[in-house]
């Protein structure tokens, strides 16, 4: 079994900076570990699994609360998969969500890009960011 060790060691063997460390124990994404005589934090191996965890996730592109939900799925080995599933496949509709409005963007500003023009007057790139703020105005 691993021995506790202390948050400058979790940090490394984790992943995770130590403010970050610190910023989870106070969010309550991880319990506050026992703490030495001298008021040092000692982490064990199940802190360093959930830390990993949480990495991982994050690296992902999970929220908090997601987070926080899936750790609690996870304490529950026995239950059905149904809630994780839930959601990854949320999340994985945001990341669809966001991959379409930055396709969008892309093809935008590639259009803008197209410029033959040799002077800024006749430039594409500042006609296309000046016609857009003048729609604008024009629906309000």
Do not use: W
């Amino acid at each position: 079994m691993l021995k506790a060790v202390p948050i400058g060691e979790a940090s490394r063997a984790s992943g995770i900076k130590v403010p970050t460390i610190r910023y989870y124990e106070q969010i309550g994404l991880l319990p506050s570990p026992p703490r030495t005589e001298g008021n040092r934090r000692l982490y064990d191996g199940a802190d360093l699994k959930r830390l990993r965890f949480i990495r991982h996730a994050r690296e992902l592109g999970f929220e908090i609360e997601p987070i926080r939900e899936l750790l609690a799925l996870a304490g529950e080995p026995d239950r059905p998969c149904e809630g994780a599933d839930r959601i990854a496949r949320a999340h994985l509709a945001d990341i669809d969500h966001k991959i379409a409005r930055l396709t969008a963007l892309r093809l935008e500003v590639a259009r803008m890009t197209e410029c033959t023009h040799d002077s800024v007057s006749d430039c594409r790139v500042i006609e296309v960011l000046g016609d857009h703020g003048e729609c604008l105005a024009d629906k309000h």
